[in-house]
């Protein structure tokens, strides 16, 4: 018996946003290791929190799918885009993405409204909702780097910005914490 309770293009467009936002993982992940190489700590392990809460993001996705009786395919990730030019190109890199998701994860609520899925489209409140404090935060990023004198900010204000952001709250455990007991 097929107990899949989600339509082929449905599982696919969810397994689409699973791969997708663990391509967002690797993006500030990767961004945070180019800010821990720039010297900038407090930036490099806001951005490996932001990098494990995407995985997450990604696992309750994979959850949804199978709980419904679909099958999750994971995807070939592509690679992460250069290194940032700068603080600016890397927190306006971090707002593009987070807007392009959520035109990705409007573009679900959509098809679960069409195909009158409502399991699929509660779901997807709580993402949608997540999306608005994710632009939110990335917005407040760039007003913060401004605020500081963005790319031409003074060593003292970029060393308070670092600092201000090593201490967000965040319920993704730092990354410096992690061990291979607790990942």
Known sequence: MN????????????????NKE??????????????DDKGYQGIANFLYRHAQEE??????????ILNR???????????????PESLTDCFDGVFKHEVDNTTAIYKIVDLSLEEKDWATWNFMQWFVQEQIEEETLA???????????????TDESLFTLDKTLSEAPNEVPLA????????
């Open 3 to 18: 107990t899949n309770r989600l339509s082929m293009i449905m599982e696919k467009a969810l397994s689409n946003q699973m």
């Open 22 to 35: 663990i391509h967002a993982s690797h993006i500030f992940l990767s961004y945070g290791i180019w800010a």
């Open 55 to 64: 995985r997450n993001h990604s696992i309750k996705f994979m959850e949804y």
């Open 69 to 83: 009786g679909g099958k999750p395919k994971v995807e070939a990730i592509p690679a992460p885009p250069n290194d």
């Open 139 to 153: 917005q407040n990023l760039i007003d913060k780097l401004k605020i500081a004198g963005g790319d031409r900010a």
């Open 176 to 183: 410096q914490e992690a061990t291979g007991y607790n990942p």
